[in-house]
């Protein structure tokens, strides 16, 4: 069955960088991965996504110039590099898969999750 795992998170000073990675168990039913976060006392919500065919992707606003998505095929994998971190962007962050055609940045339309990586930003 499809499981993702993910790694790279840790605590880090504002200003600092650190890059998440997710590896998939399978290709069979990657169209796109995306990242999303949960900070305490808040909803989860939408960071980044990318298409695995093409390299298409979105971003979140408060990430734009900042995080950069990628993607691995061989690997089956996505990163997340993030940069100018930020203490807001404290949160557990999820990566997602969503097994049909297309791009989205509604949690409701990914259909596998990975169990969440904690990152701190101290200020």
């Known amino acids: 069955q499809v499981h993702l795992v993910e790694s790279g998170g840790g605590l880090v000073q504002a200003g600092g960088s650190l890059r998440l990675a997710c590896e998939a168990s399978?290709?069979?039913?990657?169209?796109?991965m995306g990242w999303f976060r949960q900070a305490p006392g808040k909803e989860r919500e939408f960071v980044a996504t990318i298409t695995w065919s093409d390299s298409s992707t979105l971003y979140a606003d408060s990430v734009k110039g900042r995080f950069t998505i990628s993607r691995d095929n061989a690997k089956n994998t996505v990163y997340l590099q993030m940069n100018s971190l930020k203490p807001e962007d404290t949160a557990v962050y999820y990566c997602?898969?969503?097994?049909?055609?297309?791009?989205?940045?509604?949690?409701?339309?990914?259909?596998?999750w990975g169990q969440g990586t904690q990152v701190t930003v101290s200020s």
């Open positions: 399978e290709r069979t039913f990657i169209y796109s």
């Open positions: 997602a898969q969503r097994a049909h055609f297309g791009i989205s940045v509604r949690d409701s339309e990914y259909d596998y």
